[in-house]
T-cell receptor, first 112, second 113 residues
Framework: ETGVTQTPRHLVMGMTNKKSLKCEQH?????MYWYKQSAKKPLELMFV???????ENNSVPSRFSPECPNSSHLFLHLHTLQPEDSALYLC???????????FGPGTRLTVL | GENVEQHPSTLSVQEGDSAVIKCTYS??????FPWYKQELGKGPQLIID?????GEKKDQRIAVTLNKTAKHFSLHITETQPEDSAVYFC????????????FGAGTTVTVRA
């Protein structure tokens, strides 16, 4: 285990649903990340938080809304998603922005 | 942003042989190059990384080489074992921003017993 947990591990939702993905890190890190991993495509950085402040939004559509209430927790709120948003969503954390990123197991999202 | 190309996409090797994966990057300012291993049902895990001030780094059976002039870096796995079977990703930082990583598309490595 890497010390980064994600829930749920699998999620199926309709295009009109609202759901949230949760990430928790037990490593005492200060930076947290959301990535999207689609089939046959490279991992894509979505958001970066450092000390609870968002430092990066990689042109992500507004139907994805991140929230970082503290350095240990990161959420990704989902609403009005499209089928092409189906993917594995990975959370990662690092001690600071220059340190190694440790990934969670991901949430497999399917949008019907 | 950074563009990272990774080859091959699949690699099958006999147990005990070596495996080599190559990546190229586009941003000459990139200075951090990690390699991740992803097993089925798990997130990527760092196996080795290298910074631009170093040409080669080794950790037991794994080594990484970096050619800054040519803008390419490679992963070498020697004496492959069945547990080395996984998907391997290379990544390069966007310029001097270590945390902004662009990943290659991945190489599926299968080690035949």
């Amino acid at each position: 285990e890497t010390g980064v947990t994600q829930t749920p591990r699998h999620l199926v939702m309709g295009m009109t649903n609202k759901k949230s993905l949760k990430c928790e890190q037990h490593l005492g890190h200060n930076a947290m990340y959301w990535y999207k991993q689609s089939a046959k495509k490279p991992l894509e950085l979505m958001f970066v938080y450092n000390f609870k402040e968002q430092t990066e939004n990689n042109s992500v559509p507004s139907r994805f809304s991140p929230e970082c209430p503290n350095s240990s927790h990161l959420f990704l709120h989902l609403h009005t998603l499209q089928p092409e948003d189906s993917a594995l969503y990975l959370c990662a954390s690092s001690q600071d922005l220059t340190d190694t990123q440790y990934f969670g197991p991901g949430t497999r999202l399917t949008v019907l | 942003g950074e563009n990272v190309e990774q080859h091959p996409s699949t690699l099958s090797v006999q147990e005990g042989d070596s495996a080599v994966i190559k990546c190229t990057y586009s941003d000459s300012a990139s200075n951090y190059f990690p390699w991740y291993k992803q097993e089925l049902g798990k997130g990527p895990q760092l196996i080795i990384d290298i910074r631009s001030n170093v040409g080669e780094k080794k950790d037991q059976r794994i080594a990484v080489t970096l050619n800054k002039t040519a803008k390419h870096f490679s992963l070498h796995i020697t004496e492959t074992q069945p547990e080395d079977s996984a998907v391997y990703f290379c990544a390069a930082s966007w310029g001097s921003n270590d945390y902004k990583l662009s990943f290659g598309a991945g190489t599926t490595v299968t080690v035949r017993a």
